[in-house]
């Protein structure tokens, strides 16, 4: 024979439970209800289509170790720093193609952000504008980029020569790897050094 | 900042020499200046756990570099040269060990042997680092900057023999750090598979004739570099 108090307890503990139950599934919905709310996918803003441009990219060629100039029109964004990034996207682009003449995979992927930034240290730099640009590379490109003295130098050389071409105040360049600093790009191209766009100095010019 | 006496001009004392001695006891391929001689330093590229990149044969860049560099070695010494070497076996070898051996040999010429896949001939680099006037005293990452012009006549001569043995070169310059430090005058060279006017490869740079070919026009190129007057 069960105590009375004993039923009285388990029904009051019962109809607990149930309430809590109640209240914890109302609050669940309220908060997916806020969720949903948050989640709102429909674009806000129509994208702008930058106009298209003559963008120039100096493309390298390893069988003769050159650096050719080649015109493009490319929509290209106002801001500097994602200017240079669509430029060099371009450019690698070119390299990731089946039939480059420096082959390199990984395409515009391989380079994650181009940054801007005044020359440190020269206040002459600083008066005239001059810039440099910290270019950051993706570890993938990095690791499937053929190793060779001649093929990374060329990829560097490319690189900081499109970027002089099409953004004249950017006149050194710096490399960094999924935002590190690496010895090398593959095996050889010193990554540890500051180099200078104008060292970077097309050996010929073709029009596609 | 890292600082190393410049070679010009200046005598290794032998305190300095035993010093350099004990620097580096387990780089038994690394000898001694020899005051008076002609000597050449032949860096074998990679080593070790560094690889290097992979040739079509399947062989590693380490194996060709230190294969050419047995090659020459024993061509240089036949005509009367001191060779250094920075490696004379599989192992790993530090960018800054190797600038070290070749800063401590007076050398009259230090090669950096490098192979490819890409490309054809034989690619000459010199360092891009601007020129400057010789000092007692050298920052240690920009050393050869002081030897960029003799650096570049020493290119042009080996280019002229190359050419003239009808390899197909290439020049161009690079930031590469084993030379960058080096306080000689300095090359890299890198080893391309040699290539027919259709594009198509018809020695791979670890083939024995080619690396034997070019070893051998490279020994007659320095012999004749070892003519040639000296610039200050």
């Known amino acids: 024979m069960i105590p009375r108090y004993q039923k009285i307890v388990f029904s009051v503990l019962l109809a607990a439970a149930l309430i809590m139950t109640g209240v914890l599934w109302h609050l669940r919905q309220r908060a997916h209800q806020r969720l949903l709310a948050g989640e709102d996918s429909a674009p806000t803003k129509a994208p702008e289509i930058a106009p298209t441009e003559r963008a120039t990219l100096l493309v390298a060629n390893d069988a003769d170790g050159s650096l050719l100039v080649q015109a493009r029109s490319l929509p290209l964004p106002a801001d500097p720093s994602a200017r240079a990034r669509v430029l060099l996207g371009e450019l690698l682009d070119l390299y990731a193609a089946p039939d480059a003449a420096h082959p390199v995979t990984g395409g515009a992927s391989g380079v994650a952000q181009v940054f801007l930034l005044p020359v440190p240290g020269s206040k002459d730099a600083q008066n005239s504008g001059d810039e440099l640009a910290v270019v950051n590379l993706t570890g993938n490109f990095a690791a499937s980029h053929p190793s060779g003295l001649e093929t990374e130098t060329l990829t560097v050389l490319s690189i900081c020569g499109t970027l002089r071409a099409n953004l004249p105040h950017v006149t050194q360049v710096r490399f960094l790897v999924d935002g590190q600093q690496r010895p090398n790009l593959a095996g050889h191209a010193d990554l540890t050094r500051t180099y200078l766009t104008a060292d970077a100095v097309p050996t010929g010019g073709t029009n596609p | ?232």
């Open chain 2, 1 to 232: 900042m890292r600082w190393i006496r410049a070679s010009l001009g200046l005598n290794f004392s032998p305190w300095m020499a035993l010093l350099a001695a004990l620097a580096l006891p387990s780089m038994a391929s690394a000898q001694t200046p020899l005051t008076g001689r002609f000597a050449v330093v032949l860096d074998a590229a990679h080593g070790g756990d560094d690889t290097g990149g992979r040739l079509a044969s399947g062989q590693f860049e380490k194996a060709a570099t230190l294969a050419f560099s047995v090659r020459l070695r024993s061509l240089l010494a036949a005509r009367g040269m001191t060779v250094i070497t920075t490696r004379e076996s599989d192992m790993t070898v530090d960018p800054n060990a190797r600038a070290q051996i070749a800063n401590r040999s007076k050398a009259e010429a230090c090669l950096s042997l490098h192979a490819t896949e890409s490309g054809a001939g034989i690619h000459l680099f010199t360092s891009s680092l601007p020129p400057s006037q010789p000092a007692r005293f050298l920052p240690w990452k920009t050393a050869q900057s002081a030897f960029v012009n003799r650096s570049l006549a020493l290119v042009g001569a080996l280019n002229s023999a190359l050419l003239h043995d009808g390899f197909n070169v290439t020049l161009s310059r690079t930031a590469l750090i084993a030379v960058d430090n080096m306080a000689c005058p300095a090359l890299a060279l890198e080893i391309a598979p040699a290539r027919g006017p259709d594009g198509k490869v018809t020695a791979e740079p670890d083939d024995p004739d080619y690396q034997a070919r070019a070893a051998a026009t490279l020994a007659a190129a320095l012999l004749e570099w070892r003519m040639e007057p000296r610039q200050p």
